[in-house]
């Protein structure tokens, strides 16, 4: 593991007249930082993937006070590595294939780091045209590799939770505007299927939809929604005088990547008037490569979708892109301008506070513009055919053992492979624990027709094919043990 430098230092002052020392201190430690990263990032793949610690380890070894008197960088560093480092899962670990894999690219980190040194906060236009621009560029740059159609308006938010929770608010001032002001009578109905992320659920519960009010959508064979079956609930549902307002389609389900069909719930939501919103969040990179862009086939008859660079495309946590083809109702819900907060109208001056929850919004957009700039599409996209051709590999690995000891158990559309030990729930638990207790990978489970079953999230830029057979050996070892 890297370390910081064992030295002593003096504290700095940080009296404005005596700024130069401040700066240079922090040149010092920043430099050293640096190179903490880079061996960091060099050497992540020996490290264990599982944070070492037990559940309030590192909370216990922290002074339960603040301090009152300032410290030198190097103490502070040297407890990060003491005390902080052992408590960290490694998501930056090439053999990280859990949930979906990701990665803090290097480009990213300086970005960030940027970001954070500017400390510009673009509420609107004027308080820093820079981070209203530079986003509204680079999403427009995200939006043409997505193949979305010209004039969509895309927003940068934290989450994919908070980007959809958002297009849920579209989609209310879409049918019930009145609810802006008055409230919910609690009629309004959301369909989503029963694999669709629960930030879908929470955003309706946050929004006052309403839980009762949320259909989940049963799903076919293939873990895809069944648009018949939408279809039924939506009339049945008006014919009880409820009000249907929203359809959440997932592209690249978490748990299997099944892929909604879109065009089909598009006819139904343009039927009945309904929002259409995309979850995007992991696969919506796949539509990036020609070859995976039907994924998004029928997302432009959609009103809003949403895509997370900090899931497949080497940006670090946290940034979602949110994109709309009406950003006139996403305004129309959102705006709410107090007199501190007037500033002059101006076509081309995006006051971003306009279109959402958040007054203050951060400068993500600048790691994005350093991540697409630096790898380019044809770096990017050469990543993701990798990371789908092994996850295809993989699975026709565990299809093909000889021994049949696991199975695959869904469609591997993208770079997550979802199989099963063929026994019993118990013994997949046991697996699954025993490998990630190796400390060499990182693997996670769900649920899919009842039974628990494992998955590998291929994600990570440094990952290897040796990286990838390594977590299949681990759980043929693994399942022989048992
Ligand atoms: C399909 C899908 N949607 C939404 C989310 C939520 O993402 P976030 O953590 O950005 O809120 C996830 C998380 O894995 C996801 O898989």
């Known amino acids: 593991m890297p370390k910081f430098a064992d030295s002593d230092s003096m504290l700095s002052t940080d009296d404005p007249e005596n700024w130069s020392s401040y700066i240079s201190d922090f040149r010092r430690a920043g430099h050293e930082t640096v190179d903490w990263i880079a061996n960091y990032l060099a050497t992540v793949r020996d490290m264990p993937v599982l944070a070492s610690t037990a559940p309030g380890q590192l ?137 669709s992320h629960s930030s879908i659920e929470k955003g309706a519960i946050a929004v006052g939809i309403g839980q009762n009010n949320v259909r989940k959508v049963p799903s076919d064979a293939n873990f895809r929604m069944n648009a018949e079956v939408l279809a039924q609930l939506v009339a049945e549902d008006k014919s009880a005088g409820k009000r249907p307002f929203c359809v959440v389609a997932t592209i690249g389900t978490t748990s299997s990547t099944s892929v909604d069909p879109l065009p089909e719930i598009a006819a139904i939501a343009e039927k009945h008037g309904l929002w259409l919103h995309v979850d995007a969040a992991y696969a919506g990179a796949a539509a990036m490569l020609p070859e995976h862009r039907d994924i998004l086939g029928g997302a432009e008859r959609a009103h809003s979708l949403v895509f997370n660079a900090h899931k497949w495309l080497l940006t670090p946590i946290d940034l979602s892109a949110f994109f709309t083809r009406r950003p006139d109702i996403l305004r129309r819900a959102f705006a709410l301008t107090p007199e501190y ?101 990182f693997l996670s489970s769900t649920v899919l027709n009842r039974q628990t079953v494992l998955r590998l999230a291929i994600g990570n830029l440094a990952t290897t094919w040796d990286d990838v057979q390594e977590a299949w050996q681990l759980l043929k070892k693994a399942a022989a043990e048992l």
């Open 341 to 441: 907060l007037k500033t002059q109208e101006d076509p081309r001056a995006h006051n971003l506070m306009d279109y959402g929850v958040p007054l203050g919004h951060r400068f993500r957009a600048l790691k994005l513009w350093f991540v697409l700039r630096y790898f380019g599409r044809d770096r990017i996209q050469a990543m993701l055919r990798r990371h789908i051709q092994w996850a295809q590999d993989l699975a026709a690995l565990i299809s093909s053992d000889p021994q049949r000891t696991f199975e695959i158990v869904a469609p591997v559309p993208f770079s997550v492979v979802c199989f099963r030990y063929q026994g019993t729930d118990d013994q997949n638990r046991a697996i699954l624990e025993r490998v990630n207790q190796s400390g060499r990978v």
């Open 59 to 195: 909370f216990d070894s922290l002074p339960s006070e603040a301090p009152n008197q300032g410290e030198p960088f190097e103490a502070i560093l040297r407890d990060f590595d003491r005390l902080v480092m052992p408590a960290v899962t490694q998501w930056n670990h090439p053999r990280f294939f859990a949930y979906f894999a990701c990665t803090g690219s290097t480009p990213a980190i300086l970005g960030e780091m940027l970001a954070a040194a500017l400390n510009t906060n673009g509420l609107h236009w004027k308080t820093s045209p820079a981070v209203a621009e530079l986003e509204q560029r680079t999403l427009d740059w995200i939006r043409q590799w997505l193949g979305l159609p010209e004039g969509w308006m895309g927003i940068v938010y934290d989450t994919a939770s908070t980007s959809s929770m958002h297009a849920i608010v579209c989609a209310r001032e879409m049918v019930a505007p009145e609810v802006r002001t008055e409230g919910s009578r609690g009629d309004l109905v959301l369909y989503t299927s029963d694999q």
